[in-house]
C-alpha cells in the first residue's frame, strides 16, 4: 500500500558522509517507494520514511505495532506527517528535519521509522516532544539480512552525551532533552532542527557485512555532529554560548 496522498509530506533534507543524497552510478536499487520491498547491496540508495503521530496511533487495537504503511492505521484520517529519505548503504548519515515551521508536539510527538510493504519494518515509537521538553539528536541503525531489512533500532546513550550540563534535562535515563519554549518559532533562539545519525548492521544481498554501525559505536553517539564544518552546532555548543 501507497501512502495516501491526503497526508502532507514533509520536505526532507540529508546531509550523507563523502555524497550527496543524488545517487551515484553504484546504485541497483530502482525502488523508491518506502512501502514496497526490495533487497540491497552496498552502495545502493534505501528509501525509508518516518511517520510522526501521537505514540497509539502506531498501535492496533492499542497493542500491535503496525508499519505506517499498512491500511489498518489511521494515519491519514489524523493528518499525520512524513518525512522521506534516501540515504546511500552502509554510508554514515546526518538526516535532519527542520522544525522551524514544523513543530513535532503538534502532531503528537512520536515517530517511527519505516520501510516496507510484505517485510514491512518499523522502529519502536520514539518520544521527540511535548510543549514541555524537546530532543533533537537521536541515532538510528537499519538492520539487513541479505540484503532484506528486517528491523529498525533507536540508539540510546543514557544521556552520555549531556550529563552534567544543567541545561539539558534526562528524559527516562535514555535521552536528553532541552526545554521546547527555548526553540526558535516557540519564544526561544536555539535551533531545535531534529537530527538523526544513521547507520546500517547486518549482511547486503551478497553477504557482505555493513560495517557502518560499529563505526558509530567507536566514534561514539552523536560524535557526528562535530565532522560537519557546515552543518550549525550541536546543541550542547549553542546552549554553551548562550548561558
Given at each position: 500500500m501507497c501512502l495516501s496522498k491526503t497526508l502532507t509530506l514533509l520536505l526532507y533534507s540529508a546531509v550523507i558522509l563523502e555524497t550527496a543524497v543524488a545517487l551515484t552510478g553504484g546504485n541497483t536499487n530502482n525502488v523508491y517507494s518506502p512501502c514496497s520491498d526490495t533487497k540491497i547491496q552496498r552502495s545502493d540508495g534505501f528509501t525509508f520514511g518516518i511517520a510522526f503521530s501521537s505514540r497509539p496511533s502506531f498501535f492496533l487495537n492499542q497493542t500491535l505495532l503496525l508499519s505506517p504503511c499498512d491500511h489498518r492505521l489511521s494515519l491519514a484520517a489524523i493528518n499525520s506527517q512524513f518525512s522521506l529519505f534516501r540515504p546511500k548503504i552502509d554510508e554514515i548519515s546526518l538526516l535532519s528535519i527542520n522544525t522551524s515551521s514544523f513543530f513535532p508536539d503538534s502532531y503528537g510527538g512520536y515517530m517511527v521509522a519505516?520501510?516496507?510493504?510484505?517485510?514491512?519494518?518499523?522502529?519502536?515509537?520514539?518520544?521527540?516532544?511535548?510543549?514541555?521538553?524537546?530532543?533533537?539528536?537521536?541515532?538510528?541503525?537499519?538492520?539487513?539480512?541479505?540484503?532484506?531489512?528486517?528491523?529498525?533500532?533507536?540508539?540510546?546513550?543514557?544521556?552520555?552525551?549531556?550529563?552534567?550540563?544543567?541545561?539539558?534535562?534526562?528524559?527516562?535515563?535514555?535521552?536528553?532533552?532541552?526545554?521546547?519554549?527555548?526553540?526558535?518559532?516557540?519564544?526561544?533562539?536555539?535551533?531545535?532542527?531534529?537530527?538523526?545519525?544513521?547507520?546500517?548492521?547486518?549482511?547486503?544481498?551478497?553477504?557482505?557485512?555493513?560495517?557502518?554501525?560499529?563505526?558509530?559505536?567507536?566514534?561514539?553517539?552523536?560524535?557526528?555532529?562535530?565532522?560537519?564544518?557546515?552543518?550549525?552546532?550541536?546543541?550542547?555548543?549553542?546552549?554553551?554560548?548562550?548561558?
Open positions: 519505516f520501510a516496507g510493504r510484505k517485510y514491512a519494518a518499523r522502529s519502536p515509537p520514539a518520544f521527540i516532544a511535548n510543549s514541555t521538553y524537546i530532543v533533537t539528536s537521536f541515532t538510528l541503525v537499519m538492520e539487513f539480512q541479505k540484503g532484506r531489512l528486517q528491523n529498525f533500532f533507536w540508539k540510546r546513550d543514557g544521556c552520555a552525551s549531556c550529563k552534567g550540563n544543567p541545561n539539558f534535562v534526562c528524559l527516562n535515563k535514555q535521552d536528553c532533552a532541552i526545554s521546547t519554549p527555548s526553540c526558535k518559532g516557540r519564544g526561544g533562539t536555539v535551533d531545535c532542527s531534529l537530527g538523526i545519525q544513521l547507520a546500517f548492521s547486518g549482511t547486503d544481498k551478497h553477504l557482505a557485512v555493513l560495517n557502518s554501525w560499529y563505526e558509530v559505536e567507536n566514534l561514539k553517539q552523536y560524535s557526528l555532529y562535530g565532522l560537519y564544518s557546515n552543518l550549525k552546532s550541536s546543541l550542547t555548543s549553542q546552549f554553551n554560548n548562550f548561558f
